[in-house]
C-alpha cells in the first residue's frame, strides 16, 4: 500500500480545471462537500451554544439576544443554506441508491432541483430573518 | 468486516446515520416552529423528556459518525502529505468523540436534574 501511495505520487499532475466540464450534479455535488465542510467547522459553536443554552436561564435569554445581531443572523442563514443543501442532496443520494433518477438526463435534472430547492430554503429564511 | 467491504460499512454508517439526523432534525424544526415563544423552560422541558433526551443523545453520536465519514474522504482527497494526514484525521477523530461525550454528559445531567 505504501509503495503504491509512492508510485502514484510520482505521476504528474496536470488537472486544468478550465478543461473540466461541470454539469449541474458536479456543482450540486461540490456544494454538498463543501456545505457538509462548512457544517463540520460550525459545530464547535453550536454545541458550545447547546451547552449553555441548557446551563441557566440568564445565559438562555442571552443567547436569544446574541441571536438577534446581523452578523449572527447572517451566520445562521449560511449554515440553513450549508445544511438545507446538504438535506437535499442527501435525499437526492437516497433515491439514486434505489434507482430513482438514476439515467443522465434525469440526474442533471434532480441535481438543479437539489440546488433550487437549497436556494429557496435561503430566500425564505432571509426574508424571516430580515423583513 | 474484510478490507474490501470497508467502503460499503463508511457507505451504510453514512446513509443510516443521515437518516436518523434527518427525521430528527425536522422533528426538532417542527417543535420550534409550532411553539410561539420558546422560554428557557419548554427548551429545558423538550431536552429532558426521556425520548427526546435519549434521541438527542443518539443525534450528536450519529454526527460524529456521519462527520467522520464525510471529514475522512474530504481528507483522504486533498491532504498528500502522510504525516498532516495523519494529524489531521487524528485531530478530527478526537475533537468528535470529546464533542458527542460532552454533550451527552450535558444531556445526562439534565435527565437527572429535572
Known amino acids: 500500500m505504501y509503495l503504491l501511495n509512492k508510485q502514484l505520487k510520482k505521476r504528474p499532475k496536470n488537472l486544468n480545471l478550465r478543461s473540466v466540464k461541470f454539469p449541474m450534479s458536479a456543482i450540486m455535488s461540490v456544494g454538498h462537500r463543501a456545505a457538509g465542510l462548512l457544517l463540520f467547522l460550525s459545530l464547535p459553536y453550536f454545541i458550545y451554544l ?14 436569544k439576544a446574541e441571536l438577534q445581531s446581523p452578523v449572527i443572523k447572517l451566520f445562521f442563514l449560511i449554515i440553513i443554506w450549508a445544511f438545507a443543501h446538504h438535506f437535499f442532496a442527501g435525499i437526492r443520494y437516497f433515491l439514486l441508491d434505489v434507482d430513482i433518477g438514476i439515467d443522465k438526463k434525469w440526474a442533471q435534472k434532480t441535481a438543479a432541483l437539489v440546488m433550487i430547492s437549497g436556494f429557496i430554503i435561503f430566500f425564505i429564511v432571509s426574508i424571516f430573518l430580515f423583513l | 468486516m474484510s478490507y474490501q467491504a470497508k467502503g460499503l460499512q463508511a457507505w451504510f454508517f453514512q446513509r443510516v446515520t443521515g437518516l436518523f439526523m434527518a427525521c430528527y432534525t425536522l422533528y426538532v424544526l417542527w417543535l420550534v416552529l409550532s411553539t410561539e415563544v420558546v422560554s428557557y423552560q419548554i427548551w429545558l422541558a423538550w431536552f429532558s423528556h426521556p425520548l427526546m433526551n435519549a434521541a438527542t ?5 450519529q454526527l460524529a459518525v456521519h462527520a467522520w465519514v464525510g471529514m475522512r474522504d474530504i481528507v483522504l482527497d486533498y491532504m498528500t502529505n502522510d504525516t498532516l494526514r495523519f494529524l489531521t484525521l487524528t485531530f478530527i477523530s478526537f475533537f468528535l468523540i470529546m464533542s458527542s461525550l460532552e454533550t451527552i454528559r450535558t444531556l445526562f445531567l439534565l435527565s437527572v436534574n429535572v
Open chain 1, 50 to 63: 447547546f451547552q449553555l443554552s441548557m446551563a441557566n436561564e440568564t445565559e438562555f435569554m442571552q443567547i
Open chain 2, 57 to 61: 443523545g443518539l443525534f450528536f453520536i
